[in-house]
């Protein structure tokens, strides 16, 4: 990891300390704690230097996004909102736009991102929301639901249809006719600011729409899901060596008939299964990385499969965890309580489980003589 980023790990650790569970419980982060981590670029780490950003890898960045995951899910998701939002305009907005916005998003500026509507979350024929040009504007009109960060963000990314095609539109969170709807007691990461949003009306500059629009609709949620994905799995380490740590704590503390915790078998087997998620869940998350790094033709499928494993290896070792703990772990704010409820979002968002097996399913028949 260069040496930027490892330093950062000490300036989290302890601007973030034992806050994270009144976090949890109030349902909302600091904001002067987003703005700051902003300011230093650490919310979306990969953005190149020239835009101001620390220009990590996908690997650094990765274990950092690990590390802050293993301190507070909530945290983690904003990561993950600006990060795709950075992602996107690196990827889709003209020279003007990433000058612009790229230094606007490492320089303390908050963003969250908007794919899914009632009635469309996969299945991106039955999207609704649109993005058409009138004269020198563009006006936005839709629905999006569970917006990360929306709670915090300064501007919305708004994907949609537009033309012949699709477009991602830039929306201040102040522009008259955006609504935002906070959701109301979500089940994990309560302190990410999960909103629902709607536009009516909504009328922005044709410079807020990235390249102008036209793009390929698939092209263009499969680019921002990709690095979405990317992000999560790594989270997703982070949850895992939250619960072995966690665990591996109370099992060396914690007597039961007259021998401690660690000296049971079955108590061990659970602590070898953790493990075994926290090494199988990092290994193929470099290998993803690597491949994003390289940009290899297959860096979007092992996104998939990195969200796929890690997220499953997460949810599997937080319940294993509150197991272990007993009592001491079934109590609301306690690491692996959250942990519990936190990892089972991640095996619903950015593609389910099951969305998840049909593009591997696919792959494999892709690859197959």
């Known amino acids: 990891m260069p040496e930027q ?7 989290v650790g302890e601007l973030v300390g034992d806050r994270p569970d009144a976090w949890d419980r109030s349902g909302e982060l600091p904001a002067d704690l987003l703005h700051k981590l902003g300011a230093r670029g650490l919310l979306c780490a990969e953005v190149p230097a020239s835009y101001g950003g620390l220009g990590a890898s996908s690997r650094d960045n990765g274990e950092f996004t690990a590390y802050v995951g293993s301190l507070c899910s909530s945290l983690r998701s904003i990561m993950t909102s ?3 939002v ?11 736009q ?10 303390g500026k908050l963003a969250g991102v908007g794919f899914s509507e009632p009635a469309a979350g996969s299945d991106l024929s039955a999207m609704q929301t649109r993005i058409q040009p009138e004269g020198d504007t563009f006006v936005v009109n839709g629905e999006k639901k569970w917006l990360t960060g929306s709670r915090y963000a ?7 249809l537009g033309g012949d095609g699709a477009a991602a539109a830039l929306i201040p969170t102040d522009t008259p006719g955006l609504h935002i709807d906070l959701v109301a007691d979500p089940m994990g990461c309560r302190a990410a600011g999960h909103a629902n949003v709607r536009l009516d009306d909504v009328r922005i500059p044709a410079a807020n729409v990235l390249g102008g629009g036209g793009q390929s609709l698939p092209m263009l949620f499969t680019t921002a899901l990709s690095y979405g994905r990317m992000s999560i799995a790594w989270g997703c380490v982070g949850i895992i060596r939250a619960c072995l740590n966690a665990a591996a704590a109370h099992a060396k503390s914690r007597e039961q ?6 000296e049971h078998q079955l108590v061990r087997r659970h602590l070898a299964e953790l493990l075994i998620a926290e090494q199988s869940s990092t290994r193929v998350c470099e290998h993803a990385s ?3 790094d390289s940009a290899s033709p297959d860096m979007a499928v092992q996104a998939v499969l990195a969200k796929h494993v890690s997220a499953g290896h997460a949810a599997r070792s937080a319940a294993t965890a509150v197991q272990l703990l007993g009592s001491a772990g079934a109590q609301d704010g306690h690491v692996v309580a959250r942990a519990y409820r936190d990892a089972k979002l991640m095996e619903l968002i950015e593609g389910s489980n099951e969305i998840c097996q049909l593009i591997l399913a696919e792959h494999a028949l892709s690859i197959s003589g």
């Open 82 to 84: 600006q990060g795709i």
């Open 154 to 160: 300064d501007f919305l990314l708004i994907l949609g």
């Open 257 to 262: 008939g007259g021998v401690l915790l660690s």
């Open 86 to 96: 950075a992602h996107t305009i690196q990827r889709f907005g003209d020279r003007s």
């Open 290 to 292: 690597q491949a994003w």
């Open 98 to 107: 990433r000058r612009q916005f790229l230094a606007e998003l490492t320089s």
């Open 5 to 11: 980023l490892a330093d950062e790990h000490a300036f």
